[in-house]
């Protein structure tokens, strides 16, 4: 694909199927941004990677509170099994820094 064909499927993609699919934009964003928002104070705006994964794990919940699809139920369980492994790396990884 060139960028035109890029642009293109983009513009088709967001104003048929996931508009259809996920509502309206600022809704959608409205909602993945309160969720978000959790886990930024909780952290206190020090984002980690396992954060980011959490992030994208609430994307997909967000996303599955308007329609229930099987690939955001998969995407959202790999997001929280990365975010697993990525916390215990960087506490593995702290803990040997310590000694």
């Known amino acids: ?3 035109n064909e890029i642009l293109l499927e983009a513009q088709r993609l967001i ?3 996931r508009a259809e699919i996920y ?3 600022l809704e959608n964003h409205r909602d993945i941004c309160t969720m978000w928002q959790v886990v ?3 952290c206190e705006g ?3 990677p396992h954060h980011v994964a959490l992030m994208m794990a609430l994307l997909k919940v967000s996303r599955l509170c308007r329609t ?3 690939d955001s139920f998969v995407d959202a369980a790999a997001y929280i099994a990365l975010a ?3 916390f215990e790396t960087q506490s593995t990884t702290q803990l040997e820094l310590l000694k």
Do not use: F, S, V, Y
């Open 15 to 17: 104003n048929t199927d």
């Open 46 to 48: 020090r984002l980690k």
């Open 23 to 25: 509502g309206p934009a």
């Open 40 to 42: 930024i104070d909780r």
């Open 84 to 86: 697993g492994e990525m």
């Open 68 to 70: 229930e699809t099987n």
């Open 1 to 3: 694909m060139n960028r």
